[in-house]
């Protein structure tokens, strides 16, 4: 049972980057999916999450318009596309999931409790 953050690298500031959370050992079925950004020296962020039980999705603040979450369950990975990225994406970035999603949804107070490993985003010219 296994989650695997994957997608990073080093892209210049505006560029773009899609990072995938693939599934293994057990299907994203009737989750909340979350992706988690950790900068240098800071605590873990919420940026993004989507539910596959009822589409749901939810974007903090700081990458609402630029990122786009979705889920391709035939696949079981999760997607975040991430455009016109800055030196503030600068992390390791992290999903996991909620398997217990109130009211099936993806908000910024679900409570995630499987983690995969990270995959790290450099943003730098």
């Known amino acids: 049972v296994q989650l695997q953050a994957s997608g990073g690298g080093l892209v210049q500031p505006g560029g773009s980057l899609m990072l995938s959370c693939a599934a293994s050992?057990?299907?994203?079925?009737?989750?909340?999916i979350g992706w988690f950004r950790q900068a240098p020296g800071k605590e873990r962020e919420g940026v993004s999450c989507?539910?596959?039980?009822?589409?749901?999705?939810y974007y903090g603040d700081s990458v609402k318009g630029r990122f786009t979450i979705s889920i391709d369950k035939s696949k079981n990975i999760v997607y975040l596309q991430m455009n016109n990225l800055g030196p503030e994406d600068t992390g390791i970035w992290y999903c996991?999931?909620?398997?217990?999603?109130?009211?099936?949804?993806?908000?910024?107070?679900?409570?995630?409790?499987?983690w995969g490993q990270g995959t790290q985003v450099t943003v730098s010219s």
């Open positions: 050992g057990f299907t994203l079925d009737y989750y909340a």
């Open positions: 989507i539910s596959s039980i009822d589409g749901s999705v």
């Open positions: 996991a999931t909620d398997r217990y999603p109130f009211g099936g949804r993806c908000g910024p107070d679900n409570k995630y409790d499987f």
